[in-house]
Nanobody, 121 residues
Framework: QVQLVESGGGLVQPGGSLRLSCAAS????????MNWYRQAPGKERELVAG????????NYADSVKGRFTISRDNAKNMVYLRMNSLKPEDTAVYYC??????????????WGQGTQVTVSS
């Protein structure tokens, strides 16, 4: 069964930290780029951070640069998002996403069910 399962969300005070985890199964994890998206109430889903299939390249939304770190462990089929200095505006449902485009142009995409992060005092 192809799936992504997020964990680690919760309620945290402004300035606090959380680490989100995403467990992948049912597909060849090491061949997919992995991403974290988030969606706040009333807003569109946005890309927060991405990491290449090997982990050699990462990218971040400007709003989280310097505060969030994405990483992956291909031996464990896991991807992580370390979130520091959290702000109320980081409150959202965070989604794990896997993407791959093959050499012949076939696109594959997998989504997790999401985990709620709430930053509030």
């Amino acid at each position: 069964q192809v799936q992504l399962v997020e964990s680690g969300g919760g309620l945290v005070q402004p300035g606090g930290s959380l680490r989100l985890s995403c467990a992948a199964s049912g597909f060849t994890f090491s061949t997919y780029a992995m991403n974290w998206y988030r969606q706040a109430p009333g807003k569109e889903r946005e890309l927060v951070a991405g990491i290449s299939s090997t982990g050699g390249s990462t990218n971040y939304a400007d709003s989280v640069k310097g505060r969030f770190t994405i990483s992956r462990d291909n031996a464990k089929n896991m991807v992580y998002l370390r979130m520091n200095s959290l702000k109320p505006e980081d409150t959202a449902v965070y989604y794990c996403n896997a993407k791959k485009t093959t050499d012949w142009g076939m696109k594959y995409e997998i989504w997790g069910q999401g985990t709620q992060v709430t930053v509030s005092s």
